[in-house]
């Protein structure tokens, strides 16, 4: 068939009684077809990179860390991690903060998650790497300053009510008795108060704490003076400072 004639059959098809029926359906399915081709449009394809540099005077101790955006931008929620360092601020509109290396830690890893209306769209990491000599604190601060680490982590894997594993370790400097443990697991991209809510762990006599917890990817341990108030869920931990008097967050052990 020549393509004039099958111009031609196209143009019959198209008028006539049964056309000027269906035409206000054929209208309404073309108006749902545009709006469904614009809508595969990815509107959250956005990946971020990540880079440091020294910042300010302190370039031993203090990176800028900033991200790279490709993609749509409009609408965009930064949220901040690390390993054993802290980030300030730890959620910010810019891809942008500054990392603090934790004393006598020469390597970390710094994480960013990329946000739009309350969905997590893409994450990126970067490994970093202390470049100055550390300096042991003297004998007279390490008695004093309040440190916590974790010398039993349990697994990474994913939380869940029906998991349980078993977390300790040891606090160090002048601790009072009424001082306290609060514990997290991070899973499912946010951290949870461990084992239950408004969990506090005592310290025992030979300084060390233990308990059982949920399991996560992260698990963080906190020593706390009277009067903090802890977060059952919350997108961040609070940084050291206040009534937050140590803080160690750990990967999780892998299998």
């Not at 196209?10 to 081709?37: D, E």
């Not at 942008?96 to 309350?118: M, S």
């Not at 010398?151 to 994913?158: D, F, Q």
Request: charged letters at 25%; hydrophobic letters at 40%.
């Amino acid at each position: 068939m020549s393509n004039s004639s099958f111009t031609g059959l196209v143009r019959l098809a198209f008028s006539g009684a049964w056309w000027n029926r269906l035409a206000p359906y054929a209208t309404c399915f073309l108006a749902v077809l545009v709006i469904a081709l614009t809508g595969c449009s990815d509107r959250n394809g956005v990946e971020i990179t990540l880079q440091a540099k020294a910042a300010g005077k302190e370039t031993a101790l203090r990176l800028e860390i900033q991200g790279a955006v490709k993609g749509p931008q409009a609408g965009l929620h930064y949220k901040w991690f690390s390993v054993s360092g802290q980030c300030e601020p730890q959620e910010s509109d810019v891809a942008v903060t500054v990392f603090k290396f934790a004393e006598g830690v020469k390597q970390d890893r710094v994480t960013v998650e990329v946000w739009r209306e309350g969905k997590r769209i893409a994450q990126n990491e970067l490994g970093v790497t202390f470049a100055g000599e550390i300096v042991e604190p003297s004998a007279g601060d390490q008695g004093n300053r309040v440190q916590i680490e974790i010398t039993e982590v349990p697994p990474a894997e994913s939380g869940g009510e029906d998991t349980r594993s078993t977390i300790a370790g040891r606090v160090r400097g002048k601790i009072r008795p009424e001082y306290r443990v609060v514990l997290y697991a991070r899973a499912y991209e946010c951290w949870y108060m461990q084992p239950t809510a408004h969990d506090l762990h005592s310290i025992q006599r030979d300084d060390t704490w233990t308990s059982w917890t949920h399991t996560g990817e992260q698990y963080a341990a906190l020593v706390v003076a009277p009067g903090f108030t802890p977060r059952v869920r919350s997108d961040m931990l609070p940084a050291v400072g206040d009534k937050v008097l140590a803080r160690v967050i750990v990967e999780g052990k892998k299998k």
